[in-house]
């Protein structure tokens, strides 16, 4: 009985020791998959829309055609100057192309949007003036008050430009871009002269036009891509669409023969805040 607990007592003894002498073994870390990280491939085609908001605050300018209207101008009876403060909405569409090269994007792009982007002013003053000859006596030739309303409007606008820009991330863009803008601009004028002598008084001096005009296009923006396919933009520009003329004349006053003229100087610029969305063809990519 003996015997046998000493064999199995050496037994263990002879295991124990025999497994301390193995290399221990140790188990597998178990890793996980790796997750397949996209890279933001931004060489394509893109179309998308776009909206935002135009400020502006312009003047309009006004001289005269002859020495009399001149006068008139330096004596304060009609103003030489009249600010406009022009806010509303625009909305359109982009195409474009971008080519990328390492962190740089290159990028050719057009837009075009109708806007609300409208403003006017108006005036009317006392003042004692001779016009073209025109007098019921005294020195100064008669009091008169002279009143109107001047405004101006574009009406759609659109721009071709090159934008430059560097990739902050992978998916964030920040650029700038200029070019050149494009678009339809109006105004116009109404009033009319009142204090005058009998039969020789005019409330129907006016004029208006309408044109396409063209000027400058400049601007920085953000851009981050969604997905592979899909972005959001956001950026600010100033566009102009130069400066224009309107003549303004009664045809009452040249019907008694004495032609009112004034010269209505306009100009254009805009400031706008626009944010968009584009989809990425990834033709090729």
């Not at 103003?79 to 990028?107: C, E, H, I, K, M």
């Not at 005036?123 to 008669?142: E, H, R």
């Not at 296009?217 to 309107?246: D, H, N, P, R």
């Not at 008694?256 to 209505?264: A, I, K, Q, S, V």
Request: aromatic residues 12%; hydrophobic residues 35%.
């Amino acid at each position: 009985m003996k015997f046998g607990k000493c064999s199995v007592a050496i037994a263990l003894m002879t295991t124990q020791v025999y497994a301390a002498d193995l290399p221990l073994v140790s188990a597998k870390p178990v890793v996980a998959p790796l997750r397949e990280i996209p890279v933001y491939k931004w060489t394509s085609f893109y179309a998308g829309a776009m909206f935002g908001w135009g400020f502006g605050r312009n003047s309009i300018n006004l001289s005269g055609n002859g020495p009399d209207e001149a006068a008139a101008i330096a004596n304060g009876l009609v103003p030489s100057r009249l600010p406009t403060t022009r806010n509303d909405w625009l909305a359109g569409a982009t195409l474009g192309y971008n080519y990328q090269f390492g962190r740089v994007v290159f990028s050719l792009e057009t837009d075009y949007a109708g806007t609300g982007f409208s403003g006017s002013n108006s005036f009317s003053n006392t003042g004692c003036q001779t016009f073209n000859g025109l007098g019921t006596g005294g020195p100064c030739g008669m009091n008169l008050t002279t009143n109107g309303v001047v405004s101006s409007n574009i009406s759609n606008e659109g721009t071709l430009r090159l934008r430059a820009g560097y990739l902050l991330t992978d998916r964030l863009l920040g650029y700038v871009t200029g070019g050149i803008a494009y678009g339809q601009w109006g105004a116009s004028e109404v009033g009319g002269i009142t204090g005058c002598a009998a039969g020789t008084c005019f409330n129907d001096y006016s004029g208006s036009k309408t044109g396409y005009g063209l000027g400058p296009a400049a601007g920085v923006g953000f851009e981050y891509m969604l997905t592979s396919s899909w972005s959001i933009k956001t950026e600010g520009m100033f566009t102009s669409l130069g400066t224009q003329t309107v003549s303004v004349t009664s045809p009452t006053a040249a019907a008694l023969g004495y032609p009112l003229g004034f010269n209505e100087t306009v100009k254009t610029d805009m400031l706008s805040v626009k944010g968009g969305v584009s989809y990425h063809f990834n033709l090729g990519n």
